[in-house]
């Protein structure tokens, strides 16, 4: 069963300007920052009322996130849910007929495995189940 809420990620095409703006207006505190090499996307987790939100970019036009940003502009991108077995859940997900669109968990931050369900599945919302490494830890800025 999924757990509890793990983040709210958004695309944004101004990355250390959408951190200054929910810094500086609604006194959000930045958790970490990073480039995540593989897939040309920069990363912000900002903390906000106990939640976290992860802010998306990339600089490179061709990437998923970038192509995103060039169709749909900003806004919310998925809803991601802590689960303690990625493995087993996507095989219960996919056995009550859910489609997945990462049949297996790939790579996500600081070691953690991620999937995300088929959103034509679930009222249109793209969901990330997430599955902390057991070294995952808030990397403070």
């Excluded at 090499?37 to 490179?60: K, M, P, Q, Y």
């Excluded at 998923?64 to 493995?87: A, D, P, W, Y």
């Excluded at 997945?100 to 070691?111: Q, S």
């Amino acid at each position: 069963m999924l757990g509890p809420l793990s983040h709210i990620a958004v695309i944004v095409t101004d990355l250390p300007a959408a951190i200054d703006r929910f810094q500086s207006l609604l006194g959000a505190r930045l958790v970490e920052r990073e480039h995540l090499r593989e897939s040309g996307t920069d990363v912000a987790v900002l903390e906000l009322g106990g939640a976290h939100i992860e802010f998306l970019t990339s600089r490179v036009p061709d990437s998923k996130v970038g192509r995103l940003l060039r169709e749909r502009g900003e806004g919310i991108h998925h809803l991601s849910f802590q689960v303690e077995n990625i493995t087993t859940e996507l095989a219960r997900w996919q056995a009550r007929g859910l489609r997945l669109l990462d049949a297996v968990p790939r790579a996500g931050l600081h070691g953690r495995r991620i999937a995300f369900l088929d959103p034509e599945d679930t009222a249109g919302i793209l969901i990330e189940l997430v599955e902390e490494s057991g070294g995952a830890k808030e990397a403070s800025l």
